[in-house]
C-alpha cells in the first residue's frame, strides 16, 4: 500500500486531479479475491492525529507507540523527521490479522483514503490552499473492477474521513507552507528537528516540554490554558502546531514574557562560552600531553 497518503513534498507523481464530484468506480469488502492484500504491502505515513487515535486504541503512551509500532523516516531533503506504520520484514502491516485490520476503527487516514491519494497545492498568491484528489491504481487491488459508482465525496463520507481531515488539517498546512517557501527557509538546526518530532508525534515528551518551568518562564499562558494542555491530546495537539510556526518561521503564535527573548540570548552567551572554555582546555592538555615527555 504506497503513496496512500501524499505529504505535500513527498510525491514526484503527476496524476490525473480529480475533485469531490468526481466519480468513482471502487469496492472493497470481505470475500473480494484481493482482500488484505494492501495491507500486505503496506507504506503508511501517519499523521499526528493517527498516533493519537491508535496509542489511545492499544492504552500505550505517545512514546511506547513510536516504540512499538512505527519507523522514522526522513519527509523531505532537510530531514523533517517523519514516522511509518511497522511492518514485518515482508512488508505486512502489523495490525493485520486473519480478520482483517485489528484496528479497523481507528485505522490511519492512508488506509481510509485508499484507493485515492490526496494533496495540498497552495497557488502563487493564493491565500488558502486547494486539496485535490487521484486514484491509486496498484496491480492487485480488484476492487476497481466493481460495478459500485460514487462520487469521490460520498465515498470518503462512507470512510469517514471528515473528522480526521479536520484534524489534519492545520498540521497539513505547516507542511505545506515549509514546502511552500522552498529553499528561503533552509535546513532547519537539529534542535528544531527534534522539537518537530516532539510536537508532531510524542505528545507526552512534548507535555513535559510545555509544563516545565523553562517554559513557563519563557511564556505567556494562563492557568488555564495550561490545565487544558496537561490533560487534553487534541489541544496540545493543536498547540503544538502553533509552536512549530513560531520554531520554524518566527510567527509569533505564543506571545512571550517580558525579556524572554534576551535571556535566551544571554543565556546561548553563556553556553557558548563555556564550550569555547572546555575546546581551549581540551586543546591546552593536548600539547602538554604532547611535549610531557620531551
Not at 27 to 38: K, L, P, V
Not at 56 to 81: A, C, I, N, Q
Amino acid at each position: 500500500m504506497s503513496e496512500k497518503f501524499d505529504l505535500p513534498f513527498e510525491s514526484n507523481l503527476v496524476p490525473k486531479m480529480l475533485d469531490l464530484g468526481s466519480r468513482l468506480k471502487f469496492r472493497c469488502y470481505r470475500g473480494i479475491s484481493c482482500y488484505n492484500a494492501c495491507c500486505k504491502k503496506a507504506d503508511i505515513t501517519l499523521t499526528p492525529y493517527d498516533v493519537i487515535r491508535l496509542k489511545d486504541r492499544l492504552g500505550k503512551s505517545s512514546s511506547e507507540f513510536l516504540r512499538d509500532h512505527t519507523v522514522p523516516f526522513r519527509m523531505d531533503k532537510d530531514g523533517l523527521p517523519g514516522v511509518k506504520l511497522m511492518t514485518d520484514d515482508e512488508g505486512v502491516c502489523n495490525f493485520m490479522n486473519e480478520a482483517g485490520c485489528s484496528v479497523y476503527s481507528d485505522r490511519p487516514t492512508a488506509c481510509r483514503y485508499y484507493p485515492l491519494g490526496h494533496m495540498s497545492m497552495l497557488s502563487t498568491g493564493a491565500k488558502s490552499d486547494e486539496t485535490h484528489y487521484f486514484l491509486v491504481h496498484e496491480e492487485h487491488c480488484k476492487g476497481h473492477a466493481e460495478e459500485l459508482e460514487q462520487s469521490i465525496a460520498e465515498y470518503l463520507k462512507s470512510q469517514e474521513t471528515a473528522q480526521y481531515d479536520e484534524m489534519n488539517r492545520e498540521w497539513m498546512q505547516l507542511m505545506l507552507k515549509r514546502r511552500s517557501m522552498g529553499p528561503t527557509v533552509g535546513r532547519p538546526p537539529e534542535a528544531t528537528l527534534q522539537l518537530f518530532f516532539m510536537a508532531s508525534y510524542d505528545l507526552e515528551r512534548f507535555r513535559r516540554f510545555v509544563l516545565s518551568e523553562n517554559f513557563r518562564n519563557s511564556y505567556q499562558l494562563d492557568d488555564s490554558t495550561y490545565e487544558v494542555l496537561a490533560k487534553e491530546d487534541l489541544s496540545l495537539m493543536q498547540f503544538g502546531v502553533r509552536f512549530m510556526r513560531q520554531a520554524f518561521f518566527g510567527e509569533r503564535t505564543i506571545e512571550e514574557q517580558t525579556g524572554a527573548w534576551e535571556r535566551r540570548v544571554e543565556q546561548r552567551k553563556e553556553v557558548w562560552e563555556a564550550r569555547r572554555q572546555a575546546e581551549i582546555s581540551r586543546h591546552q592538555q593536548a600539547e602538554d600531553e604532547k611535549y610531557k615527555d620531551a
